[in-house]
């Protein structure tokens, strides 16, 4: 039996590993504009959050320089590393089981709209959400905005019957913010353990897809 009528969905490091491609655009941007190369873990804190964040967090660039940098990553991700992404093993079964018990469910992400749309359509996920927001090219929408539309989109729905489900700060945060459930998970790339999102007073913590199907379900 579901616990929720409305689970929200992150992307990132939730329903799709995208690290790939998001780190070849990346590096890509860094060595286009001649920026100073980082480490290794701190380019992996790329993945996730708007590239606007992770360049003003690490490179403490704004203004036209901001814009320049996040368009040279755009335009070079947008060209084919989009689509370098591969599904959470077992996660559309997920997907699946939520649907058949008619459950709706959602997107927010900080990824791009188009960019989202084009992974959904791919993967065939698209075809159990009702909705899928995602950011303007200019970045205009933070995590709370997206969360909004998605519960303003099920009217009939109280946010009491909500959860948001995600991999990272952004959407514990944002969750909270709202007032919906939220449910982390520790395969992806920002929390490593429950402990990381515990200040955040998640309902459940999922360390692989058999745990987020365990606690979605019961």
């Avoid at 489900?165 to 913010?177: C, P, V, W």
């Avoid at 007032?179 to 402990?195: C, I, R």
Wanted: proline share 5%; net charge negative.
């Amino acid at each position: 039996m579901p616990k929720y009528k409305l689970v929200i969905w992150d992307v990132d490091g939730t329903l799709l590993d995208t690290s790939p491609g998001l780190l070849a655009s990346t590096r890509y941007m860094i060595e286009t504009l001649g920026l100073p190369k980082i480490p290794e873990d701190v380019l992996e804190s790329f993945v996730g959050p708007r590239i606007q964040d992770s360049l003003d967090r690490v490179y403490g660039l704004t203004g036209d320089e901001l814009k320049e940098a996040a368009a040279v990553f755009r335009d070079h991700y947008k060209e084919g590393d989009v689509l370098k992404a591969e599904p959470y093993p077992g996660i559309e079964e997920v997907l699946q089981k939520l649907s058949d018990a008619g459950v709706k469910m959602a997107v927010a992400t900080n990824k791009r709209q188009d960019f989202t749309d084009s992974l959904m359509q791919k993967f065939g996920f698209d075809k159990y959400l009702s909705c899928v927001f995602g950011t303007d090219p200019a970045g205009k929408y933070v995590k709370t905005d997206l969360i909004n539309m998605c519960v303003g989109y099920f009217p009939d729905i109280d946010r009491s019957e909500a959860v948001m489900i995600g991999d990272s700060a952004y959407d514990a945060k944002a969750a909270l913010e709202v007032g919906v459930d939220f449910v982390g998970v520790t395969y992806g790339f920002d929390f490593k353990k429950t402990e990381d999102m515990v200040e955040y007073n998640p309902v459940g913590a999922a360390k692989d897809i058999k745990e987020l199907k365990e606690l979605l379900m019961k």
